[in-house]
């Protein structure tokens, strides 16, 4: 089983669940990341989906989309924690050291 990535900014989480690849016409590859943002309603994208419609707005981000000066990109090893501490870790604390 996979385990999903969490992207973080500024105290806002999202989920990494996959990464798109476009192969362009003139041989360049396009990479877009597939992304849960819990700021969007789960019933649009829900409906969206179904529909197979305009979903792509709201889970797909290509790097153009990524203008904070700083993101954490935060993962879960499999088998190190049990359930009930895999939900404490969701809480990150971290330290920034400037030098």
């Known amino acids: 089983m ?5 992207f973080q900014h500024d105290g806002h989480s999202r989920t ?5 690849v476009k192969h362009q016409l003139k041989g360049e ?9 819990p700021a969007h309603k ?3 994208l829900e409906r969206y989906l179904k529909e197979n419609v305009g979903w ?18 935060c993962y879960i090893d499999p088998g190190i924690a049990g359930a009930d501490e895999v939900e404490q870790l969701k809480t990150l ?7």
């Not at 990494?16 to 798109?20: D, S, T």
């Not at 792509?56 to 990109?73: N, S």
């Open 2 to 6: 996979s385990r999903p990535l969490y």
């Open 16 to 20: 990494i669940v996959g990464i798109q």
């Open 29 to 37: 590859i396009q990479y877009n990341l597939l992304v849960l943002d």
């Open 42 to 44: 789960t019933a649009a």
């Open 56 to 73: 792509q707005k709201l889970i797909k981000r290509g790097v153009h989309t990524l203008k904070k000066p700083q993101y954490q990109l």
């Open 93 to 99: 604390d971290s330290i920034y050291i400037e030098f």
